[in-house]
């Protein structure tokens, strides 16, 4: 029996590659776009699109019923936003997800979030899944990150939905785009106007798409 996937950020960097992995593994997937969306690669999958926006449920819940899985990559990245957006984009458009998805008897929800949404610690080895998550950040992405979070937990623990959370580091390897981690860093470099802080020994946490890609599908795939 084919099993049926609703992904989001499928368009971007992260959800595209999942996307293509999903359809070569045979599953069905449904995608939220915007009508703006360029979609050229979704429709090479034979992805079912759904126009609509996080913002408005209505314009994607009955495209929830008969998913086995939502995979939630949307959210609102980059420099120069304001906490009220990121808010909206990632804490209000996740609740109206969830919520959206408990109604419509989804199974299992994975919720990619980021390892910005934990507490600073000046040892970036002790970090686990017990580690405590942002709550007097400045950084409005982790804590809205971190917010959701919670709200994700707070269904798995009443059983109303069994949901999974990946925190990946800094994603980087085929498809990333301006604005991506590694290109910007690369950019700089280029450019001139990269400094290297402690002498080099500063340690960035990375991950290549492919092993997140693999880390989601065992998400949805392993208990």
């Known amino acids: 029996m084919t099993k049926r996937a609703f992904i989001t ?3 971007g960097f992260i959800g595209g590659a999942l996307a293509a992995k999903l359809a070569e593994s045979g599953w069905h997937l449904t995608a939220l776009v915007r ?6 690669s979704l429709n090479q999958l034979g992805a079912e699109l759904v126009i609509g926006d996080l913002d408005d449920s209505g314009s994607f819940a009955d495209a929830l019923r008969g998913c086995d899985l939502v995979f939630h990559c949307a959210g609102l990245t980059g420099m120069g936003h304001s906490l009220e957006a990121f808010h909206q984009a990632i804490y209000s458009g996740t609740r109206k997800l969830l919520d959206a998805s408990i109604e419509a008897d989804v199974e299992k929800f994975v919720f990619v979030s980021s390892i910005v949404a934990y507490e600073l610690s000046s ?3 002790v970090y686990q899944e017990s580690s405590p998550l942002l709550k007097n950040s400045p950084d409005p992405y982790g804590r809205a990150k971190a917010r959701a979070e919670d709200l994700c937990m707070q269904a798995h623990k009443r059983g109303a939905i069994s949901v999974r959370i990946v925190r990946p580091g800094f994603v980087y390897g085929p498809g990333d785009r301006r604005g991506g981690f590694l290109p910007e ?3 700089m470099i280029k450019n001139g106007r990269f400094r290297l802080m402690d002498a080099g020994h500063s340690r960035v946490p990375l991950i290549y798409i492919s092993d997140l890609v693999n880390l989601l599908m065992l998400c949805a795939e392993a208990e």
Not at 35 to 40: E, K, L, V, W, Y
């Open 9 to 11: 950020g499928a368009t």
């Open 35 to 40: 009508r703006t969306s360029d979609c050229a």
């Open 123 to 125: 040892d970036a080895s």
């Open 185 to 187: 860093v690369a950019s």
